[in-house]
């Protein structure tokens, strides 16, 4: 039981620092593509 414990919990703190990393990077490309978008139509009304 006791050298199990460690696995078990190292195994998760891995998954569960991927599982992070991921969303940090999905969340920083979705807000990059939000503030493009806002560039863009911004410099179409202004085209406008």
Known sequence: ???ELPKRFGS???AF???S???VLYF???Y???KEG???S???RKAE
């Open 42 to 44: 911004q410099k179409t």
């Open 32 to 34: 990059k593509s939000r």
């Open 17 to 19: 620092s991927a599982l």
């Open 12 to 14: 998760s703190f891995y």
């Open 21 to 23: 990393m991921l969303s």
């Open 28 to 30: 920083r490309i979705a």
């Open 38 to 40: 806002r560039e863009e």
């Open 1 to 3: 039981m006791r050298e």
